[in-house]
């Protein structure tokens, strides 16, 4: 792994990630504590730095902030119970990871009295969180995680310059699933590349659904999805069995040499600005006056994994080997 990626994982763990060597210290938290409650989805990597990271910048604004924190391990059918239970504990504040666990508590906590800050959803408006990208609703405000799509069609295309298809597994159950899919098929053919779509709505298919795509599709790729990231060890394990190119939206399953490439949102950069919309409400801002967080083309991680490139027979391009993205 090269000493760059390996120290910036450190930080990022460390909720650090955006931290120079020369930056000055944090205010002292002032004022009287306030009370945080962050509702996780589940004890995935990627999902606990977004949180680590959401912590950190509130810190940062000096707040005096306690965070009572909780998951229900992917299990959709305890949702309800986790928000009602945070709830009880009269938050100031709570944060929401994930699309289901947002649009669960827009239902189930429709007469709260606190502020919502989410992280993340992929499209608010497409999931009926709100109605506008351009700024919150009385009572909810958030980042999005919707990578740069132009983007990534030219890296997939730049490290594979023969594909022609490129398969994409969703779950078609989930509305942020169905927003990405829906905006890469639109951007797809700009890059020469057909959009396979390939549903999955129970993690159990995994297997049975990349065999389906064997000889159809030159690469997979696999969104943040909330079904599919916990399942993505049985994804890889389909797809290596038939030697299929994988693109994930997390870096960790390609650091681990479980995947071949990722081109994807900065995740401690999403729960940095989830962490600064929620200091700016706190310090005052009403969630309706502050637009949802959208990545911008710097807001992106990319790794290549060097064993999955061998186990597949590819060639690093010359216009990649200065990238310092490859893990060895």
């Not at 509130?58 to 709830?87: C, M, S, W, Y």
């Not at 992929?122 to 983007?151: E, F, I, Q, Y």
């Not at 637009?291 to 990319?302: F, M, Q, Y």
Request: contains cysteine.
């Amino acid at each position: 792994m090269k000493l760059t990626l390996h120290l910036r994982a450190i930080l990022c763990f460390l909720g650090l990630a955006c931290a120079s060597a020369f930056a000055q210290p944090a205010p002292a938290p002032q004022g009287p504590p306030v009370k945080i409650a962050i509702a996780n989805f589940g004890p995935h990597p990627q999902l606990r730095l977004l949180a680590d990271n959401f912590k950190a910048a509130i810190l940062a604004a000096g707040i005096n902030a306690q965070f009572d924190e909780d998951h229900v391990n992917f299990d959709r059918t305890l949702v309800p119970q986790l928000l009602n239970k945070l709830a009880s504990h009269d938050p100031d504040l709570m944060l929401t990871i994930t699309t289901p666990l947002t649009q669960t508590a827009k239902q189930v906590l429709a007469n709260r009295k606190f502020p919502i800050v989410f992280a993340p959803v992929t499209d608010p408006v497409r999931s009926k969180v709100l109605a506008s990208w351009d700024h919150g609703d009385p009572l909810m405000v958030g980042a999005s995680n919707m990578p740069d799509l132009d983007a990534t069609c030219e890296f997939i295309k730049e490290l594979l310059p023969q594909a022609k298809r490129l398969g994409i597994l969703y779950n078609p159950g989930d509305d942020s699933d169905n927003a990405f899919a829906d905006a890469l098929e639109q951007i797809a053919p700009r890059h020469g590349l057909t959009l396979v779509r390939v549903g999955v709505d129970n993690a159990n298919d995994i297997p049975q659904r990349v065999q389906s795509v064997d000889g159809k599709v030159d690469a997979v790729f696999v969104p943040a999805s909330s079904l599919l990231q916990p399942a993505s060890a049985a994804i890889a394990s389909a797809a290596n069995r038939i030697k299929l190119p994988v693109f994930n939206s997390d870096p960790g399953k390609v650091r681990n040499h479980e995947m071949l490439a990722a081109y994807s949102v900065d995740w401690p950069q999403v729960g940095t600005n989830a962490g600064k919309l929620a200091a700016a409400i706190i310090k005052g801002k009403k969630p309706s006056e502050l637009a949802v967080w959208r990545a911008g083309p710097n807001d992106r991680e990319v790794v290549i994994s060097a064993k999955r490139m061998q186990a597949l027979g590819l060639t690093l391009p010359d216009s990649l080997k200065s990238c310092n993205c490859v893990v060895e």
